[in-house]
């Protein structure tokens, strides 16, 4: 699986982002998508993820802010940002594993795309 982030960038606080995730491969409705991101200077947290069976899961500091889906048909993962925070400035990662019933944790997930950069200006 080859994994394509983009829709990063600058914006203001308490302003919106989409970011999107494209995926390669036949078989994307049977893997879990994961959004993950690294700040600089701190090691990377999960954010949000959505297994294949629909769950969702969501990082206290993004519930309610953030919502992660995704399009089966168009192989694609997307994060909707809003209420965005400086404190939200990071790479943002997806990532994705095989159908699991584990925790979404980084050291779970087998696949990765190169990050998109969002920066949050106060």
């Known amino acids: 699986v080859q994994l394509q982030a983009s829709g990063g960038g600058l914006v203001q606080a308490g302003g919106s982002l989409r970011l999107s995730c494209a995926a390669s491969?036949?078989?994307?409705?049977?893997?879990?998508m994961g959004w993950f991101r690294q700040a600089p200077g701190k090691e990377r947290e999960f954010v949000a993820g959505?297994?294949?069976?629909?769950?969702?899961d969501y990082a206290e500091f993004v519930k309610g802010r953030f919502t992660i889906s995704r399009d089966n048909t168009e192989k694609t993962v997307y994060l909707q940002m809003s209420s965005l925070e400086p404190e939200d400035t990071a790479i943002y990662y997806c990532?994705?594993?095989?159908?699991?019933?584990?925790?979404?944790?980084?050291?779970?997930?087998?696949?990765w795309g190169k990050g998109t950069q969002v920066t949050v200006s106060s």
């Open positions: 959505i297994w294949s069976v629909g769950k969702r």
């Open positions: 990532a994705a594993r095989w159908d699991s019933l584990k925790d979404m944790t980084d050291v779970s997930m087998d696949y």
């Open positions: 491969g036949r078989t994307f409705s049977k893997y879990d």
